[in-house]
């Protein structure tokens, strides 16, 4: 396994992961998955998944609360006051009062609207970063699936290699016990025997934890016995830079939510400048006021102007910190361009050297089974030596193994690009 897989690998077992409380375990032993099904488990039990489903419905409720400004105040109000009007306290008399008590802001130069527009901007926010978190999600999930793969063709190959080696230690015995092939044969065979099973050893436990990695980015750390689909780590699929950054500046979900972000922040600039500007609320009211029972009736209805003459600065800070956020905003979503930017090319870079090293590892492959086939024979033939045939198994598993590297990579990349575009479903 090679030093970038290792490192994604390592990644996806560090991220702590647990099934939320009451969820299934869908996966039976000897079932068959793919990829997508595979994505779907992994979006339905990751708890970021949730947490980010959440937000958004803490977006809505703010939007609500930024709604109800729109609806008229009822209040019920009511107070019991004792009164002395001379020093001597010989003058006291009771004040009760109980009223209902309707008030409504009747202008306030969009005020209003533009905190509702503010909630709005960021529950899109709010969404937009959601599928920013679906998006991590379904690329670990690609991640560890086909570096799962990979683990199961190298634990392939070490097999078989031992079994190759387990057949020339038997020819090797046999032609010493007759005569033919001395006995360093035999002890080199082995020797090549012990080496062949310490790499099937290695491949066996990069399988298991390659399969712990798989399970805990599906959410799933219990599943066992299932079977991959290989077949995806044959397909391709072309991409060019020009359209791989259109869709990226068009797709990405992170872009899309730092951009609601800013035109929340306008917003805000605009909200913080009406702090200047005055508002007028409606009042009526309609209850029962005296010093004793039965108190006498009464109503009220009248109107407020408020006139802001000075608070502190308070406003033109507000304006200050609002147009400060808005300016860290673009800076930010200018940083992400280019980070994007960065990202798409070294993926089609990676992208591109993989599909090279791919097609390089499949002629190897082909030569290593071809010089194999020849050194085999060639000692099944009492010509050739034990030195030929372990160079050309050795040779031979190092191409196959190198070879399946190359299709894990050149998936894993393709799932880089996808991720960098924005388009990982």
Not at 108 to 118: A, E, V, W
Not at 185 to 212: C, G, Y
Not at 385 to 404: K, Q, W
Request: net charge negative; with cysteine.
């Amino acid at each position: 396994m090679n030093k970038h897989l290792k490192f994604i690998l390592a990644a996806l077992l560090l991220v702590p992961f647990s099934v939320p409380a009451g969820a299934e375990m869908p996966v039976r032993p000897g079932e068959r998955l793919d990829l997508q099904r595979c994505v779907q488990m992994a979006l339905r039990n990751h708890p970021a998944v949730q947490a980010a489903r959440d937000t958004i419905r803490i977006g809505e409720s703010r939007v609500g609360q930024a709604k109800a400004s729109y609806y008229p105040e009822v209040n019920w109000q009511t107070d019991y006051t004792r009164f002395n009007r001379s020093r001597a306290g010989r003058d006291t008399f009771d004040d009760y009062n109980s009223s209902v008590v309707l008030s409504q802001t009747l202008l306030d130069f969009g005020k209003r609207r533009s905190s509702l527009n503010i909630e709005k901007l960021s529950t899109d926010a709010f969404r937009q970063d959601l599928h920013d978190t679906e998006a991590e999600i379904v690329f670990g999930v690609k991640s560890a699936y086909f570096i799962t793969l990979l683990a199961e063709k190298s634990q392939q190959v070490a097999v078989e290699t031992v079994g190759r080696f387990q057949h020339h230690l038997i020819q090797a015995k046999g032609f010493f016990e007759v005569g033919i092939k001395p006995k360093f044969d035999v002890t080199k065979a082995e020797v090549d025997l012990s080496n062949a099973v310490l790499n099937r050893i290695r491949a066996e436990n990069d399988l298991r934890i390659a399969r712990v990695g798989l399970n805990n980015a599906m959410g799933l750390p219990g599943a066992s016995g299932y079977v991959l689909d290989d077949s995806l780590l044959f397909q391709d699929n072309p991409a060019d830079l020009p359209d791989a950054l259109e869709r990226a500046f068009h797709n990405r979900p992170d872009l899309q939510s730092i951009r609601k972000k800013l035109e929340a922040a306008e917003e805000s600039v605009e909200l913080a400048r009406k702090g200047y500007y005055p508002h007028v609320t409606g009042s009526a009211g309609y209850g029962f006021s005296g010093e004793d029972f039965p108190l006498q009736e009464g109503w009220n209805v009248g109107a407020f102007l408020n006139v802001p003459l000075f608070s502190g600065f308070e406003t033109r800070y507000a304006v200050e910190g609002a147009r400060a956020t808005l300016e860290m905003l673009r800076a930010n979503e200018s940083s992400l361009r280019q980070s994007i930017r960065l990202e798409v090319e070294q993926a089609l870079s990676n992208l591109r050297e993989a599909r090279e090293r791919r097609e390089a590892t499949l002629v190897a492959v082909r030569q290593a089974e071809e010089n194999a086939e020849l050194a085999e024979g060639r000692y099944d033939a009492g010509v050739g030596n034990p030195i030929e045939v372990t160079d050309a198994l050795v040779s031979l598993s190092n191409a196959r193994t190198a070879y399946a590297s190359a299709l894990a990579d050149c998936r894993i990349a393709q799932a880089e690009l996808e991720r960098a575009v924005g388009e990982t479903f």
